[in-house]
């Protein structure tokens, strides 16, 4: 008897017994130039070559998952060995993959995931269900589109506001309809240099969002993400600007710890307001955003 792939696959979806049998962080380094300051940002330097890790969810069977790469040097770090061994590995070995749902929310109640672990042991095990069911994982979760539009966006600090304004022209070019400015964030842009955060410069940020907008015309969508450095009060300024500029909406522009400033800055402005992005709690506080 022949039994085609994609019958293999449905079985093996659907019934045979399948268990984790091992979770790996694998290393590799890939060349960089982004590095950590003291403030706890980044900035850009000479290239170099860093570490950076990718989970593995191997089965009893053989099939793997992995997640997505991890980013920037010390914004997602992958698990530690130690963290693999005693935190992950007993409480996902053993268990069938399939069951994602109980397993997230196993890691939810567990003190010793991190959010960013759940989220990566998360992705990996979506990717191991497309492999199983022959399928991209888009379609197993009832993907309804074979595309989505994308928006470009900045590297936060890259210079003046003429080369925001460059970089905004050459993604045009591309063909990108919507793009997103990260202005100044934990940089002085008058001495050109790592700074705390706060005080901020909103009216640098601005100057940089009227050459974006200037250099593009009035058919592009444009959006800033300032990523929390603003007070209250230099959020309702800025937004106040972004509405003259016909920004698309302001992104993280205050400390996400707080929301009653996010209310209120709502009822302020007419743009949209974005967050939260880096509240944590997972859909747990996001509900509280909601509402």
């Given at each position: 008897m022949i039994v085609s792939g994609s019958s293999?696959?449905?079985?093996?979806?659907?019934?045979?017994?399948?268990?984790i049998a091992d979770v790996q962080v694998i290393r590799f380094s890939v060349e960089a130039e982004d590095y950590g300051t003291k403030w706890g940002y980044g900035q850009r330097g000479p290239k170099r070559r860093v570490p950076r890790g990718l989970i593995k969810i191997t089965t009893d069977d053989g099939e793997s998952g992995f997640d997505t790469q991890y980013g920037w040097d010390g914004y997602y770090e992958p698990p530690s060995v130690e963290e693999t061994e005693n935190?992950?590995?007993?409480?996902?070995v053993g268990e069938d993959p399939r069951n994602i749902e109980k397993l997230w929310q196993w890691m939810m109640a567990h003190r010793g995931f991190s959010e960013t672990t759940i989220g990566s042991i998360d992705c990996a095990l979506w990717d191991l269900m497309g492999k199983l069911a022959n399928s991209p994982t888009y379609q197993v979760l009832g993907g309804a589109r074979d595309?989505?539009?994308?928006?470009?966006?900045?590297?936060?600090?890259?210079?003046n506001p003429d080369v925001y304004a460059e970089h905004a022209k050459e993604a045009v070019a591309r063909g990108y309809k919507a793009f997103k400015v990260h202005a100044y964030i934990f940089?002085?842009?008058?001495?050109?240099?790592?700074?705390?955060?706060?005080?901020?410069?909103?009216?640098?940020?601005?100057?940089?969002?009227?050459?974006v907008r200037a250099a593009v015309g009035n058919d592009i969508v444009l959006m800033l993400d300032p990523w929390s450095v603003y007070t209250y009060q230099e959020s309702l300024m800025v937004g106040r600007q972004?509405?003259?500029?016909?920004?698309?909406?302001?992104?993280?522009?205050?400390?996400?710890?707080?929301?009653?400033?996010?209310?209120?800055?709502?009822?302020?402005?007419?743009?949209?307001?974005?967050?939260p992005e880096m509240e944590p709690g997972s859909f747990y506080t996001r509900a509280n955003w909601a509402f």
């Open positions: 293999i696959a449905m079985n093996t979806l659907l019934g045979e017994s399948m268990k935190i992950i590995k007993p409480l996902l595309k989505v539009k994308a928006y470009a966006s900045t590297y936060p600090n890259l210079g940089w002085d842009p008058i001495n050109d240099c790592p700074a705390p955060g706060k005080p901020a410069f909103p009216k640098q940020d601005i100057e940089v969002c009227e050459s972004l509405e003259k500029l016909d920004y698309y909406w302001l992104e993280h522009p205050m400390d996400e710890r707080r929301m009653e400033p996010y209310k209120q800055l709502t009822k302020e402005l007419d743009i949209n307001i974005m967050g």
